[in-house]
């Protein structure tokens, strides 16, 4: 159809490619330390975890070559079908899934098992885009709301009910895209409203942050009524219903807290404010991560150093705290080093997708910056102890084949997309 | 374009804050940086060095050791195993078992701790074979104390397993290692030991062992315990236990030139092989509950007896030092001497001079009651005030080491008791006191306590003519002579050595002059100078005492002898204080009739007697 078909490679970007091999690369170094025992042989040794991450890089890169080869109209022409495909293959777990861990996240395929909801990310990020793309779509606009939020719904909720609710945080982020694309920031504002609320009273209790709350409140009000902007006598029931809300708020988030929320959930919270220090039982991966991390000093201890890496202290340590290798092993300057250069990453997407002209390209491309922003800061944060264990990987470090192809395709649909950008279409 | 901004700024701001938690985690708080020691991925070994032997002064291998293994148990580590089989293999009861395991979880589940200590070699054979089907628990090999000549158990001590008491203020020792308790093993354990090895291992979250940690650049290698020998002479010291059978009471002999312990002897004794392996504690508790006997009490350190009529030769030198008299003063003794006027105030004497003048050398060798009461009457009128003369006699005795701790290096001592102004001013707050309320001082009956080797001690310094050497049982530490300032600087007493001729003159003629009380212990060939001695004791029968130095020039041992209850000096303490001068000096003794009389002899009648009489005491009360 057109010149470039002669040349796939012609209009990528190449930076971020770079990214891709740079962050692949560090990432399997780490699943090599963390997975490497003294009886394991060679590299490619498929017995070993490290050695199925190779073999899973290689089948990416012919995912990334087919990817690569694909007009970028097939994307967009086809991602109604990739969105219901992927709810079906996600309904489908319910019956025909493994569970693993408690949650029923896996089509076990004999020779390998497949998560879906790794899949299901990029299909609703071309969903999002491709609805979005109609020339009429009003973020404003009510229905239109509530559409792209069915989009988002219905994979979280699916997911939620495996359940992994880590995975389906996912789907909410992309409603920051959404503001980007004109969602009032109101949902937002009452967004992070509602989370401060929320930990304030966790860590408050119901009485104090209510009374802490109306307080400021009251003064906001004594201000408002000193400027003359503000007129008590026509707002008066603004106000009542301002406080009557919060107030609900408040009960309700202390009642589901207490009451509605199992053991698990709440141990999960109070770990991270500090509330409790169970270091044996629920907070003993945060624990023994945070140990390693900082055992790791401000060089680290060098690479198949890390005894506690070596002696496999911390769970999970190729998966879901395979940071917890790199604080270790490579210290306060390693660990900053990933951190900076995953910053980079996220924002060189940002920076592809504000150059798109269409907004079909620019919508999923903030899609995936939002995705791989939200993995990256949930997962440090939940290996550093800033945030609730959350079991979602770390992009392209993580060990497992079904994440790593997933974020693969997420990243060079993008870059199709991008090296498209010029033609009109 | 805003909305891109706060994308970015958003982005950075999470950048920066995980960077700021990482710096605070990874350099600056410190509980995330454990030690390797409590490091939960290391496994801590220690590798036991043996301990050192101990020798004698001539050489002999007093201390040598045995094998011994001990079972150690990670209480994290164990599966569940065949219980009474483990019990069975072990000679134990299921319910020791439950006993010891909580004891060690409670200790720590993941420090290995002693869960059976000592196994006989037999036993250990026998359970290596099964060790592997107990997972958790593993054979430490250390090894035992063994005793060949039998000899000395209160001058070596024992060892045993540290308190917690202990374990808490000593970082070096965990729980089940052992310690010396007592004696030499006490004193010296920090040569005996050496240094255990400790080698840190490498272990993954299942506790598996995976190899050494850091490929070994902590760990270190063990360091054998160093050798000692002490100035004991284990013949003698064997010798005066045997010659000490039957009887009760403590014998200290130190060489005068040096202020070495030759023999250290408290009886009666017991095996030192009783308290090793693991029938120790059984024993223990044995030998700690015979109270009549008390072999666990050493008495040549421990026991405070009235020194008797050897203090007269401190008096008589004070005397002369003060010159209150001279050798030539005269005394006269009319069956003994009256110090008041109510018919009690009367000290009874058998010296049998029967009003005969005596001077100094007869006072001594017939050790006339009247004659030390006239002087010790004078040293203290000396002065205006009784007082300031008590005073002035008190610090003479005092400069002998006597009422005071000698700053050995023996693990245990009590002070005595030499009675000062103070001490009379507060037993008569409103009476006048004076030379006759205390002259039992002249005597040394009365307040004072001195202890066997507090006398041996100040008989060496009459040997030495006014000085001594600290006393002190180590000679050698890994074969390197060891120069310690207060065993080597001489102390001098504050009589001058110009007074001393005379005393060793009438010691001398204690045993040499027809009439010296000790002149059945004259021994052919050695002259010997001693003192006898007769301590009233309020239990029961006298105690028998003698002190004895030779040769009289240039001598070779100073001794002191305390017979508990043997009647007079010459009965029991001359004997055997002469036998081992003997036996010291000339390596065997020309009185075998003297010798069986010693060994054959018993006072087992007169200690059975006492403590009936102590008993129908307390009935009647």
């Keep these: 159809m057109r010149k470039r078909q002669n040349n796939i490679f012609a209009g990528i970007d190449w930076i971020l490619v770079l990214f891709f091999i740079v962050l692949i690369f560090l990432g399997w170094i780490n699943i090599y330390a963390a997975s490497v025992t003294n009886t394991s042989g060679e590299i490619l040794d498929f017995s070993t975890r490290y050695g199925k991450q190779i073999q899973w890089i290689g089948l990416s890169l012919v995912l990334i070559i087919i990817i690569i080869s694909i007009d970028a109209k097939f994307y967009e022409r086809f991602s109604g079908v990739f969105y219901i495909a992927s709810m079906l293959s996600l309904a489908g777990l319910f019956v025909f899934g493994t569970s693993v861990n408690g949650a029923t996240s896996w089509y076990n395929l004999g020779f390998s098992s497949i998560q879906p909801s790794e899949f299901s990310k990029v299909a609703t990020a071309l969903a999002l885009a491709n609805f979005l793309n109609e020339p009429n779509r009003d973020l404003s606009n009510f229905k239109t709301q509530l559409s792209t939020f069915l989009i988002l719904l219905i994979p979280a909720v699916l997911i939620t009910l495996q359940p992994d609710a880590g995975s389906a945080l996912i789907y909410f982020s992309l409603i920051f895209v959404l503001y980007r694309e004109g969602l009032p920031a109101y949902y937002l504002i009452i967004g992070f409203l509602a989370i401060f609320l929320f930990l304030i009273t966790l860590t408050l209790g119901f009485k104090s942050s209510i009374i802490i709350i109306f307080s400021l409140i009251t003064l906001l009000i004594v201000y408002l009524l000193n400027t003359k902007k503000f007129h008590l006598n026509r707002e008066w029931p ?76 911390v769970p999970e340590q190729d998966t879901d705290y395979i940071f917890s290798t790199v604080g270790e092993e490579w210290g306060f300057i390693g660990s900053s080093a990933v951190i900076i250069i995953f910053i980079a990453f996220i924002l060189r997407i940002i920076r592809v997708a504000e150059r798109q002209k269409s907004k079909f390209s620019r919508v999923f491309g903030y899609s995936i910056a939002t995705i791989f922003f939200f993995h990256f800061m949930i997962n440090i944060g939940m290996v550093i102890g800033l945030l609730p264990t959350i079991g979602i990987p770390l992009p392209f470090f993580s060990y497992g084949g079904s994440s790593l192809w997933g974020f693969t395709i997420l990243l060079f649909i993008f870059i199709r997309l991008d090296a498209d950008r010029t033609y009109e279409w | 374009m805003e909305k891109k901004h706060l994308a970015y700024f958003s982005i950075l701001l999470v950048g920066l804050l995980l960077i700021i938690r990482l710096f605070y985690i990874q350099i600056i708080d410190t509980k995330y940086k454990p030690s390797p020691l409590n490091n939960s991925a290391i496994a801590v070994k220690y590798d036991y060095p043996e301990r050192g032997f101990i020798y004698d002064r001539n050489g002999v291998l007093i201390v040598a050791n045995q094998p011994s293994y001990d079972i150690m148990i990670v209480p994290r580590d164990v599966k569940p195993l065949d219980t009474l089989e483990f019990c069975r293999l072990l000679k134990i009861s299921k319910k020791d078992f439950l006993k010891k395991y909580k004891k060690s979880r409670i200790y720590s589940p993941r420090i290995p701790s002693v869960f059976l200590a000592q196994l006989s070699k037999n036993d250990y054979a026998y359970l290596q074979e099964k060790m592997y089907k107990y997972k958790g628990f593993f054979i430490q090999k250390r090894t035992l104390r063994q005793y060949p000549l039998k000899s000395a158990a209160n001058v070596l001590g024992y060892i045993g397993e540290v308190n917690n008491a202990l374990l808490s203020k000593n970082s070096y020792y965990q729980q089940g290692e052992l310690i010396g308790i007592n004696g030499v093993e006490k004193q010296y354990e920090e040569a005996l030991r050496g240094v255990k090895g400790v080698k840190f291992i490498q272990r993954n979250r299942f506790n598996k062992e995976i190899g050494p940690y850091k490929g070994g650049v902590y760990d270190t290698l063990a360091t054998v315990g160093k050798d000692v020998t002490i100035t004991l002479d284990i013949k003698l010291q064997k010798y005066a236990e045997d010659l000490m059978a039957n009887k009760r009471g403590g014998i200290v002999a130190i060489e005068p030139s040096t202020g070495e312990i030759l023999s250290l002897v408290s009886s009666p004794t017991y095996d030192p092989n009783l308290l090793v392996g693991r029938e120790r504690s059984k024993n223990y508790t044995r030998l700690f509950l015979d109270k009549d006997n008390n072999p666990l009490y050493d008495r040549s350190l421990l026991a405070q007896y009235p020194p008797g009529s050897p203090f007269k030769i401190i008096n008589a030198l004070i005397a002369l030092q003060e010159q209150v008299i001279t050798t030539e003063t005269p005394f006269y003794c009319h069956g003994g001497f009256r110090y008041g006027r109510s018919s009690k105030a009367f000290m009874k004497c058998h010296c049998g001079t029967h009003g005969a003048p005596v001077k100094l050398d007869k006072g001594i060798y017939k050790s006339c009651n009247s004659y030390f009461a006239n002087t010790y009457k004078k040293i203290i009128e000396k002065y205006p005030t009784s007082s300031e003369g008590m005073k002035v006699w008190s610090d003479h005795v005092k400069s002998f080491g006597l009422g005071n701790f000698l700053n050995n290096d023996l693990s245990t001592g009590v002070k005595g008791i030499v009675p000062d102004e103070n001490l009379y001013n507060r037993f008569y707050p409103n009476f006048k006191w004076g030379a006759s309320t205390t002259i039992s001082n002249a005597i040394g009956q009365g307040e004072i306590l001195t202890t066997p080797i507090q006398l041996a001690n100040m008989t060496a310094i009459v040997a030495n003519k006014g000085l001594y050497y600290t006393p002190h049982i180590i000679k050698k530490i890994d074969n390197k002579p060891i120069k310690i300032d207060k065993f080597t600087t001489p102390k001098r007493t504050t009589i001058d050595s110009k007074y001393f001729p005379p005393i060793i003159e009438g010691m001398f003629h204690v045993i040499e002059n027809p009439g010296g009380t000790a002149r059945w212990s004259r021994v052919e060939g050695i002259e010997i100078c001693g003192k006898t001695g007769t301590a009233e004791n309020s239990h029961g029968q006298d105690h028998s005492i003698f002190v004895a130095f030779a040769p009289k020039d240039n001598p070779k041992i100073a001794i002191a002898v305390f017979v508990e209850n043997g009647y007079w000096g010459s009965r029991w303490a001359g004997p055997i204080a002469t036998l081992m001068i003997e036996k010291y000096l000339n390596g065997q003794t020309n009185r075998p009739r003297e010798e069986k009389r010693m060994y054959e002899g018993s006072l087992q009648d007169e200690y059975d007697k006492q403590l009936l009489k102590i008993a129908l005491e307390k009935e009647t009360k």
């Design chain 1, 238 to 313: 603004k106000v009542l219903i301002l406080y009557a809300v919060i107030g609900f708020f408040l009960f309700s988030v202390d009642y589901v807290f207490n009451n509605i929320f199992e053991q698990r959930h709440r141990d999960r919270f109070s770990i991270v404010l500090g509330e409790n220090s169970d270091t044996k039982g629920i907070g003993y991966n945060t624990n023994q991560s945070m140990i390693t991390i900082g055992s790791g000093g401000l060089t680290g201890k060098g690479f198949l150093e890390g005894d506690r890496t070596q002696g496999s202290f």
